[in-house]
């Protein structure tokens, strides 16, 4: 620990132990292998719609399209640096993960910086190593999401408060702490909490002094509103409240998440109504069951290594009572030691350990009423660069007291472990850590080669691993896209499994609301909205398993129907069957072409046909919709064949099987009415006049074409016609 009475205990003097060059070896090893851990993890997170990311990068081309500063759940600021990527690209995606990665190097390089004038050089180096290997702090660095520039701005700003409470030289440093109050609130809503530390702060600091507190106070919340006005002034337009948040407003009062899953936020708890609903003993109950169930995962985040520690002792021990008891002697024994230190530092911090203690308090009250709703390791991630370097402070303070006994035995000339002050234990141990500097140098490079090189060989371009982990969730969007003219409305969800955020320029996507309880509910719901399309994806079905249960079984962790669902017709699969997709089409959203009684084989009746357009050039592609019924089992896989005629000369066609071949007819139950699009290719080379789709069924072993018949009467060659497309001149304006 740093004693701020020795008299080169200046910068340039804590310096001394760790040369400058051995300082720079080891923080670049520390940075670099972050970099390396992180492009890894980068490269793993491929589901650009996992968690709260596809919301997040929504925001970020709803801002650059719309000037939309916030969804009333996420802040701009994060979406701000993005916009340089804004665009419906798996590389925009891949840039958001590497902004977050940036911002996460740089908080460990600034914890150094500016943590070696809170706690000296060697704990600061310490502390950015510590939180290096935070494998929280390592995986939402990855991300498309705020958390880790909610810790970078929330660490400046928590060294300005530190410099605000340690030196009380006028206003210029409270000012900055409300800068960076204003670009936390501007990175997410958590970010308040530096500006509550600072109102905190300026009390204590100044205490006794109304004026003086009133000063800092007005210096902070006059710099906050500057800061954070576009986004007050975007609130109270847009919600009708300038400190507007969905999270505070509505989803902490929930007693479960799956209450948010409504189409209006505003029939959603607030804090008048929960307790209007509840007695304070049940909100004390909450409270309480919360904390217990946040212990573990808070500490788990922003001090992993001590719950490893604890871990791997009760391991060793055996038994808890034992464990307890270990850990109760040896943080004794280390207080016994360092009381002179312990004492000292309270003395000189006292004031930043209270502010310590009611933020980590403070925060970790309000997530444990939030445990009803989640528990996410990310909510605290901005408390990780505080706790690393109160960590290493200690930590550091026990490596001294072992080098300076390890010193003793291999430095020559240092014969005693400590000298008679605190002053003069700094000095020997400045000697023996410069004397030992080369076998640090050696172990730093040890550990970055082992550690970090192999790693490097395996690193992949993030950039072609999105779009190459994202091909089957983006070609059930590409395919109902193409099919489509206007813009047009889904029903799926609530659901992590598809890039929405890509298609919502072609696409608006409803979620089934937790309103509705059962199927009849679910099958009318598709009008309520007026919706084209329904999507079933795994975590939907589980969700209203209630309601799907009879008809998709879904335990093998793939779709795989029971019977038909009624007024739904089965429209794709993909990317297999059992099914990661299904899309449905609410039969009153056909709007087909009844055919008169058609039937192939006796077995497959066509109900109807329905153009995209009727008129394409030379090149371009006829889009054909067509459903059917299977009136009986049956054990023939049918092809469907639609080519574009004229004077019996073929000029475009398409041959395959319903559903791709996914799932073949041979499967289909009685009853069963599938949809489907067929895409028809336009030679290049047809000249401009009228033509015919021929349509039909065949064997797509024989080649031999099934019988077909309409209104009992066989159909001659066995074809369907319809007249009417148009091929135009290409050159036509």
């Known amino acids: 620990m740093i004693n701020p009475h020795c008299s080169n205990n200046n910068l340039k003097q804590r310096g001394l132990p760790i040369s400058a060059y051995l300082t720079f070896i080891v923080l670049i090893a520390i940075a670099l292998r972050f970099i390396v851990l992180g492009w890894q993890g980068i490269i793993a997170n ?12 929504q925001l970020g081309l709803d801002l650059k399209e719309k000037g939309i500063l916030s969804d009333g759940t996420r802040h701009p600021l994060y979406p701000l640096l993005l916009l340089p990527f804004a665009k419906r690209s798996w590389n925009y995606f891949t840039w958001a993960k590497i902004v977050s990665l940036a911002c996460g190097v740089g908080v460990i390089l ?30 939402h660095s990855t991300t498309a999401l705020a958390e880790s520039l909610l810790v970078l701005v929330f660490w400046i700003g ?48 100044h205490w006794p002094h109304p004026r003086r507190i009133a000063m800092s106070i007005l210096a902070q919340g006059a710099t906050f509103s500057v800061v954070t006005a576009p986004l007050l002034l975007f609130n109270y337009w847009a919600f009708g409240s300038p400190f507007y ?64 520690f604890e871990q791997t002792l009760s391991r060793l021990l055996g038994y808890q009572w034992l464990t307890l008891l270990v850990m109760v002697m040896l943080g004794v024994g280390t207080i016994v030691v360092a009381r002179p230190h312990l004492a000292e530092h309270l003395r000189t911090n006292a004031h930043m350990m209270v502010i310590k203690l009611m933020l980590f308090g403070l925060t970790f009250l309000m997530f444990a009423w939030y445990t009803n709703i989640v528990i996410a390791a990310r909510f605290f991630l901005f408390l990780i660069p505080i706790a690393s370097l109160l960590a290493a402070q200690a930590f550091w303070f026990v490596c001294e007291r ?17 000298g008679k002050s605190l002053c003069d234990e700094e000095t020997l141990f400045n000697l023996i850590t410069t004397r030992l500097s080369f ?47 206007n813009k047009f409305t889904v029903l799926w969800g609530p659901s992590h499994s598809l890039p929405f955020w890509k298609y919502t320029d072609r696409i608006r996507f409803r979620i089934l609301p937790v309103t509705v309880n059962t199927i009849s509910q679910a099958l009318a719901y598709p009008a309520a909205i007026d919706a084209d399309y329904v999507i079933l994806d795994v975590m939907m079905v589980s969700r209203y398993k209630s ?85 009986m089992t049956t054990d023939r896989n049918y092809t469907v064949f639609v080519h574009l005629v004229k004077d019996n000369t073929l000029w475009g066609q398409k041959d395959r099987q319903p559903l791709f071949g996914l799932w073949p007819s041979s499967q289909w139950f009685p009853g069963t009415r599938v949809v489907d699009r067929f895409d028809v290719p336009v030679s290049t080379d047809t000249p401009p006049g009228s033509y015919y789709l021929h349509f039909g069924v065949y064997d797509s072993v024989s080649g031999q074409r099934f019988s077909m018949t309409s209104a009992g009467h066989t159909l001659q060659d066995n074809v369907f ?9 290409v050159h036509r304006p």
């Open 402 to 418: 072992i080098l300076l006994f390890i010193g003793s035995l291999l430095v020559t000339g240092v014969s005693r472990i400590h």
């Open 158 to 205: 928590w060294y300005f408060l530190y410099c605000a409470v340690s030196q009380k030289d006028g206003l210029r440093k409270w000012t900055l702490v409300g800068l960076f109050s204003g670009l936390a609130y501007l990175t997410k809503g958590t970010g308040n909490f530096l500006l509550i530390a600072g109102l905190i702060a300026a009390i204590l600091t």
């Open 439 to 485: 076998i640090i140098l050696i172990a730093t490079s040890v550990w970055f080669v082992m550690g970090t090189l192999p790693r490097v060989e395996a690193l992949e371009n993030p950039f072609e691993a999105d779009s190459w982990h994202n091909h089957d969730a983006e070609q059930v969007l590409h395919w109902l896209t193409a099919g489509e003219l």
């Open 245 to 308: 948040n969905f999270a505070t407003t509505h989803a902490m009062w929930l007693d479960k998440w799956r209450q948010s899953w409504v189409e209006d936020p505003h029939t959603l708890p607030t804090v008048t109504t929960y307790f209007a609903t509840h007695t304070l003993y049940q909100a004390l109950e909450r409270l309480w069951n919360g904390a217990i169930r946040l212990w573990l995962p808070f500490w788990e985040t922003i001090t992993p290594w001590a719950v490893s």
């Open 547 to 631: 309601i799907f249960r009879d008809y998709i079984d879904y335990r093998s962790g793939r779709l795989e129907l029971r019977k038909p669902i009624p007024n739904w017709s089965l429209a794709h699969v993909y990317k297999s069957y059992p099914a990661d997709w299904c899309v449905f089409v609410p039969q009153e959203k056909l709007r087909l072409i009844n055919l008169p009684d058609v039937v192939s084989d006796r077995r497959l009746r066509w109900l109807g046909y329905g153009l995209v357009k009727r008129s394409v050039v030379p090149g371009e592609t006829i889009s054909v919709w067509f459903e059917w019924q299977l009136l």
């Open 721 to 729: 016609k319809v007249d009417g497309i148009v091929v135009s001149d």
């Open 110 to 139: 600034l914890l150094f910086l500016l943590g070696r004038y809170i706690a000296g050089q060697k704990a600061a180096l310490l502390a950015a190593l510590i939180l290096s290997l935070n494998v929280e702090f390592i995986y």
């Open 46 to 57: 491929g589901n650009s719609n996992a968690g709260d990311q596809g919301v997040t990068l």
